[in-house]
């Protein structure tokens, strides 16, 4: 029996050399090794040697010092797991659809190698210029991990550039090795669209396409201010020096990204934004556990999920930021909880060209259970897009970020999703040639950073455009000619609506405004009004439908109690009042100085509610409505009102004399079309007289 034992040992012994010797065959290989920030491919990540169904970890680490080794100063920004023979798979009947927002072995076979791609316009570090450094390791212990796999992110050679240093608290002082982002400045929210890493000596470059830009820096322990380096001008072929600098932090916030499944289960190597109303910025990274720590000074902070960090990973992220108050202190054991996807939205965004919209973002967002989750999905090179989701009520749209301003595209409906399913969602876009503009205000004042969409039916389908006010509470919508616009302000939900700005109870929701366009632009503005107040507004016009502008509009309560604006270009007037009965009343003195005669009071009940109290005024005498500028032979119409007389004159330009035409009149619907048969090839310009 000794014997027999001994010769077991050598057995297991023989076995165990074949072990060891099977770890040295391991293979990783990551392709391209290179890249550009604007590359739009994949990155295929490739592994060998394997048992066959064996699963791996890889890491990608941001080399902040550019040593080409994994130390103290380097940042884990990605974190997966792949399995042998293993991809995230869901159906649409009896159709196997792949979720490759998350990377899975795409031969779907356990043969011991893996080959798993990633879309590097889904991929966190794809806008930072720099080294990374990417780590294969077994949970098993089956392998030594491997380190020595390089990979470069280079700046496009753009013309334009950002140039500077990273300064410690305003300082001479510099930091080596910071993040410096480069933010799109066009719209409300801060998008990144570049940045570098500031090399040893604190110094940055940043390459860029001409536009408007903000600047900001993160490092761990310091908090950047985003308003310091803000809406800067890069012209064609400029370069712009300017310094960025990162205050130190007094205070953390500690805690730990899960599953919502298992709260045991940390979700590792994820940049988590940590921000306030007024334009603070720190960055937590999570650890391989899903640990992170925020170094923050005393403030109101808002911990932001990263929708787009968390594609690879298969997980959602909370609509809503997680708010914590440092103002008392430090503080720890902050827990986000956050569920992996069960089912998926795919498609494709096309131009009616059937062109695919490449590096487009889609947000698929839960519509049930307080609207708690949502994901987000990017069109690859053949613009498609896959954007997780769970059981329930779903909808998947464009963000507006990202899309280009000169298309509109049509819209998801809502959808009830089943557990392992995929619903297919394609989209078309629509290039959009006309605009809708206007503003938005409370108490007076504008409210900067609120989305405003417009929505239109075409065809069969539903077509949204959105953006954000700028800081003046103005916007600008490009949408496309056809009949119908609504246009919103958004309300309720998270980031960009009046509850996140003004406070949920604060205010009321302003009522949608339909825009007709028709080979003509458009204007919605809209006055969100206080609780337990109204809105009175209306236009001031004359017999023909044309603006009186610049006068005086006044609301009376009979108390003392007396509101006045003035009507803008197109003879709006809007008055913020009190509930109740008002007296309103357009000036006698203005309308009589414009050529018009006055117009009869009206009383206005107003109760928590917009009233719309128009005014049509007579002219009493000559009055200019509109000069007309028209080219060759011409036909013009317009309408007119009963027992009213008019002139249409003609002059070659505006400093020439006036020659008056014949008008015709339809006695029956007041309607004039007039003709002058001497404007073959000629331009002139026209105007309508009213008066006897």
């Known amino acids: 029996m000794k014997h027999k034992l001994h010769g077991l040992f050598i057995v297991l012994a023989l076995l165990a050399g074949l072990a060891q010797n099977a770890r040295a065959v391991v293979g990783f290989t990551i392709t391209p090794a290179a890249v550009s920030n604007t590359y739009n491919g994949t990155i295929t990540m490739q592994v060998t040697g394997l048992p066959s169904g064996d699963n791996v970890v890889i890491q990608d680490y941001l080399d902040a010092n550019t ?116 933010f799109n400045a066009t719209g409300g929210n801060l998008e990144v669209v570049g940045g570098a890493v500031a090399n040893n000596a604190g110094s940055y470059t940043i390459k860029a396409p001409p536009g408007i830009y903000t600047l900001a820096a993160i490092k761990t322990n310091f908090v950047a201010d985003t308003t310091a ?43 988590i934004p940590v921000q306030t109303q007024g334009g603070l910025l720190a960055v937590a990274f999570a650890d391989t556990n899903g640990n992170f720590t925020a170094r923050v000074n005393a403030n109101q902070w808002k911990l932001e999920s990263n929708e787009e960090g968390l594609m690879p990973y298969g997980y959602l992220a909370l609509q809503n930021h997680t708010n914590v108050d440092t103002t008392g202190g430090s503080v720890s054991g902050v827990t986000i909880a956050l569920p992996k996807a069960t089912a998926i939205f795919y498609g494709s965004v096309k131009d009616s060209l059937n062109h695919p919209i490449v590096g487009l973002d889609l947000s698929s967002e839960q519509q049930d ?179 009186i502008i610049g006068v005086a509009v006044s609301a009376n309560d009979g108390v003392g109690d007396n509101f006045t604006n003035f009507t803008d270009g197109s003879g709006f007037y809007s008055l913020i009042v009190a509930d109740g009965n008002w007296d309103v009343s357009v000036d006698c003195g203005g309308l009589n100085s414009l050529g018009y005669q006055c117009v009869d009071d009206q009383i206005v009940n107003v109760s928590d509610d917009s009233v719309e109290q128009d005014f049509t005024v007579q002219a009493d005498k000559p009055v200019l409505i509109a000069p007309v500028w028209l080219t060759n032979r011409f036909s013009l119409r317009f309408t007119g009102a009963a027992n009213q007389n008019y002139t249409v004159q003609m002059s070659t330009n505006l400093s020439s004399p006036w020659v008056s035409l014949f008008v015709t009149n339809n006695p029956t619907t007041n309607s004039f079309f007039l003709t002058d048969p001497n404007a073959t090839n000629k331009q002139r310009f026209y105007r309508i007289l009213i008066g006897p």
């Open 67 to 182: 040593n080409g080794v994994i130390d103290a100063g380097d940042i884990l920004f990605e974190q997966f797991r792949l399995t042998d023979g293993q991809q995230s798979i869901f159906l649409n009947g009896a159709t196997a659809v792949t979720n490759f927002n998350v990377p899975g072995d795409t031969d779907n076979t356990a043969n011991g190698t893996i080959t798993a791609r990633m879309n590097f316009l889904g991929a966190t570090p794809q806008a930072i210029a720099g080294k990374y450094v990417f780590k294969l390791s077994s949970p098993l212990g089956h392998f030594t991990p491997i380190t020595n796999n390089l990979f470069s992110v280079t700046n496009f050679p753009y013309a334009q550039s950002f140039t500077g240093n990273v300064a410690s608290n305003g300082t001479s002082s510099m930091l080596p090795n910071a993040i410096v982002l480069l």
């Open 229 to 271: 380096a803000a809406n800067l001008v890069l012209g064609i072929g400029a370069t712009i020096s300017t310094n960025v600098s990162l205050n130190s932090a007094t205070q953390s916030i500690s805690g730990k990204i899960v599953d919502a499944s298992n709260s045991s289960l940390g979700i590792g190597g994820l940049l």
């Open 369 to 547: 259970n307080n609207n708690q989750y949502e994901s987000e999905g990017i069109t690859d090179t053949n613009g498609n897009y896959v954007a997780g989701a769970l059981v329930g009520n779903w909808n998947v749209g464009i963000q507006n970020d990202s899309s280009p301003t000169n298309y509109v595209f049509s819209q998801g409906n809502n959808t009830t999703l089943t557990s392992g399913q995929a619903f297919l969602q394609n989209f078309t876009a629509i290039f959009a040639t006309n605009h809708i503009t206007g503003h938005v205000s409370f108490n007076g004042a504008p409210v900067a950073n609120v989305q405003v969409s417009a929505n239109a039916n075409i065809g069969l389908n539903n077509y949204q455009v959105q953006t954000d006010t700028d800081s003046n509470g103005n916007y600008w919508l490009n949408v496309v000619n056809t009949n119908d616009w609504n246009v919103n302000v958004s309300c309720n939900g998270g980031d960009n609506t009046l509850d996140s700005i003004l406070g949920n109870g604060n205010y009321q929701c302003p009522n949608n405004i339909d825009v007709t366009i028709n080979n003509n632009n458009g204007i919605a503005n809209f006055t969100v009004l206080p609780i337990n107040s109204g809105q009175i507004f209306g236009y001031v016009t004359n017999t023909s439908g044309n603006p």
